[in-house]
């Protein structure tokens, strides 16, 4: 199983992104997806996530600017950043917890990272 990110890049402030991750391979089934963010030197934190079932959440600092939704017939988890500041600037990393049998045995996957800069 992979995951492959895209999207990143380079943005004024107040300006939109969006990013797109797609799971690949043996995949029974798909869990929870979601997308955390990690600057040099910091812990990874979570920014949103999505269960199986459309429920969300989102790290405090960016409710009712980002929005995280999937598709699931294409295994794939987007999120849609809008109005973004600098302190957005960051590595955002899509995360998966993916079963590749009907023992749905879970397991968690990442993507390689896509950089993400909003400059002032």
């Known amino acids: 199983v992979q995951l492959q990110a895209s999207g990143g890049g380079l943005v004024q402030a107040g300006g939109s992104l969006r990013l797109s991750c797609v799971a690949s391979g043996t995949i029974f089934s798909i869990n929870d997806m979601g997308w955390y963010r990690q600057a040099p030197g910091k812990q990874r934190e979570l920014v949103a996530l999505?269960?199986?079932?459309?429920?969300?959440n989102y790290v405090d600092s960016v409710k009712g600017r980002f929005v995280i939704s999937r598709d699931n017939a294409l295994n794939t988890v987007f999120l849609q950043m809008n109005s973004l500041k600098p302190e957005d600037t960051d590595v955002y990393y899509c995360?998966?917890?993916?079963?590749?049998?009907?023992?749905?045995?879970?397991?968690?996957?990442w993507g390689q990272g896509t950089q993400v800069t909003v400059s002032s």
């Open positions: 995360n998966a917890h993916i079963s590749s049998g009907r023992d749905f045995s879970f397991f968690s996957y």
């Open positions: 999505i269960t199986s079932g459309g429920n969300t």
